[in-house]
């Protein structure tokens, strides 16, 4: 009878990749200096409207004042988003990170409809996925972006 009640603390569901996307991540700006690093491939594991999580073999710091960059292309769209790195571990004898975008309002309205185009292609086999995520994505909607209906 002791079970054990797991809360998810998250803000936005993190979708599990079932394919491998690989990213290019570099350092963008410590504190208020611009700094311009070479791009060092990164796996992303999972990701959100939120943020996400990568593995790599790079030691990095946890660090709110320094900023990275990630690239990468989520099926037909080029993405370029700043990040800092919330939290780290450790898997497989490589470095995971956790991430959080640094978004403006409008910025995360676009990220997300094209997260909702990428998650409806690559996560076909799972429709209720898909539904539960237009329920909570419609949460944060202000209506400027057209809708797109992801359980069709």
Request: with cysteine; glycine share 6%.
């Amino acid at each position: 009878m002791d079970d054990v009640l797991v809360e998810n603390r998250r803000e936005h569901i993190r979708f599990k990749l079932t394919t491998p996307l690989f990213a290019e991540l570099s350092l963008w700006r410590v504190d208020v200096r611009e700094i311009r690093s070479r791009k060092q491939v990164i796996l992303l594991n999972n990701m959100s409207v939120g943020g996400c999580q990568f593995t790599t073999n790079l030691l990095i710091p946890v660090r709110e004042d320094v900023e990275w960059l990630i690239e990468y292309r989520m099926g037909h769209y080029f993405v370029k988003l700043r990040t800092v790195i919330v939290h780290t571990g450790h898997e497989d004898g490589l470095h995971t990170y956790g991430a959080r975008w640094l978004m403006t309002g409008l910025e995360r309205q676009a990220y997300q409809y094209r997260l909702n185009d990428y998650m409806q292609k690559v996560i076909i086999s799972s429709p209720h996925i898909h539904t539960l995520y237009k329920k909570i994505s419609d949460r944060n909607n202000d209506g400027q972006f057209r809708q797109f209906d992801v359980t069709s």
